[in-house]
């Protein structure tokens, strides 16, 4: 089973930037495909960046194209979110998820999640 461990959010005022991470406790990390998704309170959870095994192929929700940026670095098993230009509207709880095969955006696909790490936006 893999454990993923999120850290890096906080509170950020709008136009703002965070960089968030997720180490992944297992050799075999450049086999899985890695993503992030969030939940906002009352909300479903939503897909937000995916990257493929080799991180030569990643993917954006239309929300966050053009501001986030996913990257990883299997050497060291972690996982990346770049965030700037940050709106009131990303604020969530931020999650990594790994998954055997291709990169999705479909939560239902990932079968190892992280316990989540809060990021807040003011405005």
């Known amino acids: 089973q893999v454990q993923l461990v999120e850290s890096g959010g906080g509170l950020v005022q709008a136009g703002g930037s965070l960089r968030l991470s997720c180490a992944a406790s297992?050799?075999?990390?450049?086999?899985?495909?890695m993503g992030w998704f969030r939940q906002a309170p009352g909300k479903e959870r939503e897909f937000v960046a995916a990257?493929?095994?080799?991180?030569?192929?990643?993917y954006y929700a239309d929300s966050v194209k053009g501001r986030f940026t996913i990257s990883r670095d299997n050497a060291g098993s972690t996982l990346y979110l770049e965030m700037n230009s940050l709106r009131p509207d990303d604020t969530a709880v931020y999650y990594c998820a790994a998954r055997r095969g291709i990169a999705t955006m479909d939560p239902t696909d990932f079968g190892s999640w992280g316990q989540g790490t809060q990021v807040t936006v003011s405005s």
């Open positions: 297992l050799r075999t990390f450049g086999s899985f495909a």
């Open positions: 990257i493929s095994w080799i991180g030569g192929s990643t």
